[in-house]
């Protein structure tokens, strides 16, 4: 069983930055793919970003240029470096990976974009 260990959200201002973190209980080389989805009230979850294991990296059109997604095999963990941030970035963003057909979730972290 694979644990997810989300940290970094919070409160900001429009145009600020958070960067998020998600530290797993294993190896990430174990993993197909890791990425970050986010849920606002009301609406569906949604793929923000995402990377492969071969580092391809893909984005939600809606971040793209704004967030950038990236790794340290080392500590495991996959972060996501979010600026220029918007109120309508609010959410509870979710670390995701899969791992031989099956998904694992963190437990979120709330991000909240003031105007």
């Known amino acids: 069983q694979v644990q997810l260990v989300e940290s970094g959200g919070g409160l900001v201002q429009a145009g600020g930055s958070l960067r998020l973190s998600c530290a797993a209980s294993?190896?990430?080389?174990?993993?197909?793919?890791m990425g970050w989805y986010r849920q606002a009230p009301g609406k569906q979850r949604e793929l923000v970003a995402h990377i492969t294991s071969g580092g391809s990296t893909n984005y939600a059109g809606s971040v793209k240029g704004r967030f950038t997604i990236s790794r340290d095999n080392a500590k495991n963990t996959v972060y996501l470096q979010m600026n220029s941030l918007k109120p309508e970035d609010t959410a509870v963003y979710y670390c995701?990976?899969?791992?031989?057909?099956?998904?694992?979730w963190g437990q979120g972290t709330q991000v909240t974009v003031s105007s």
């Open positions: 995701n990976v899969i791992k031989l057909l099956t998904n694992y």
């Open positions: 294993e190896s990430i080389f174990s993993f197909n793919r």
